[in-house]
């Protein structure tokens, strides 16, 4: 599979993971901007180093679809049956998963041992790392429903506490390993990055779309006329997997036809009969910064659920999730 571009991203987070852990990544950006492909991509180019390999070992845990709501989903997610035949099984067929990645594995004597919380799970983690006499790099895409866990507090947030207070550990206390954590929800990062207890122990990285210039690039490099790669990024923008549409679709045209219909029935479901959500958009289509909107910004937050609109915490902005999406609001609401 190819990967397009993202040459400064892909160095700053070379940079960054090469320095010593010092504080928990967060990498956010719209959904589907490219956060997963961009981070394998630095750690499969990273990989073809034999420095980095003697010095850092990766573990990646993919949690999109998993619901983490106590100790024990939390100790599933990290540590893997070291006597599970299926696994054994998995690996004499396949070798061992996704290249480079490292896995806790875990003897079933010891695991129990650990859900009885004889051994705590995150000092052993801890000592497993620091053990290997190499750095970490923990890789959490999609941290989502620890949001649930976050928000709504109650029984569960010393657990989520507790994790946060791991990652804490492992990057600005002990150095010993990065942890980034991968997310689309930017509510989660902004309830992150307003906690005054996590002050100084965060740092955060956005990964948007192309921007225009190195998206009309892209395609000009595919096969497109640099007119046609114009007309299509003026329509499109730079979102990766909708120029994939539109390179392998036969008649471009029409693909864009296609593109523009969808988003403008799903934007059309959502604000029919809803004046609230209308204006919303209207301020943003003047211009309007809406991240700073004093009233109603409740209306604004349904938008960005939506993914119509995105807000991006850090940079302190609400603008539209993709071109497409502005195309069709201006056109529903008959703004010129
Ligand atoms: N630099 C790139 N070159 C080629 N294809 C890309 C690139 N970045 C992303 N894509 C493609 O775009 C699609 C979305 O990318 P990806 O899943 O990495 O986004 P994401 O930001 O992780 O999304 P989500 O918010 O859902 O987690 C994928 O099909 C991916 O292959
Ligand atoms: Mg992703």
Redesign the pocket.
């Known amino acids: 599979?190819?990967?397009?571009?993202?040459e400064k991203e892909k160095k700053w987070l070379k940079r960054y993971l090469l320095t010593e852990p010092n504080a928990i990544l967060f990498v956010y950006?719209?959904?589907?901007?490219?956060?997963?492909?961009?981070l394998?991509?630095v750690i499969k180019e990273l990989a073809d180093q034999d420095e980095f390999l003697k010095g850092y070992d990766v573990y990646w845990y993919d949690l999109?679809g998993i619901v983490v709501s106590s100790y024990e989903d939390v100790l599933n997610i990290f540590f893997e049956d070291a006597e599970s035949e299926a696994l054994k099984e998995v690996e004499r067929e396949f070798g061992i998963g996704i290249p480079n990645v490292a896995t806790f594995r875990v003897k079933r004597k010891v695991m129990e041992e650990i859900k009885r919380k004889e051994v705590d799970a995150f000092r052993y983690m801890e000592r497993k790392i620091a053990s290997k006499g190499k750095k970490g790099i923990i890789v959490f895409?999609?941290l989502q429903k620890l949001k649930d866990i976050y928000l709504n507090g109650g029984s569960q947030r010393p657990l989520v506490k507790e994790l946060f207070n791991f990652f804490v550990r492992l990057t600005k206390v002990l150095h010993l390993s990065h942890v980034i954590v991968?997310?689309?929800d930017t509510f989660f990062i902004e309830q992150v990055y307003t906690d005054s207890t996590l002050k100084n122990t965060t740092r955060f990285y956005l990964?948007d779309f192309?921007d225009d210039e190195t998206a009309r690039d892209?395609l000009i490099s595919e096969g497109f006329t640099e007119s046609d790669a114009s007309y299509i990024v003026d329509r499109i923008g730079g979102?990766?997997?909708i120029?994939?549409e539109i390179i392998e679709s036969k008649d471009y045209e029409k693909a864009l036809v296609e593109l523009h219909n969808q988003t403008s029935s799903r934007i059309f479901e959502s604000i029919r009969g809803r004046e609230d959500l209308k204006n919303i958009l209207r301020k943003a289509l003047s211009g309007e910064n809406l991240y700073y909107l004093e009233e109603g910004y409740d209306k604004v937050e349904e938008l960005v659920e939506k993914e119509i609109l995105f807000m991006d915490p850090i940079g302190r902005e609400v603008k539209f999730h993709t071109r497409l999406d502005e195309i069709a609001a201006k056109e529903l609401l008959g703004v010129e």
């Open positions: 599979m190819k990967f397009w571009d993202r950006g719209p959904k589907s901007s490219g956060k997963t492909a961009l394998m991509e999109r895409d999609e991968m997310t689309s990964v192309f892209i979102v990766p997997w120029m994939e």
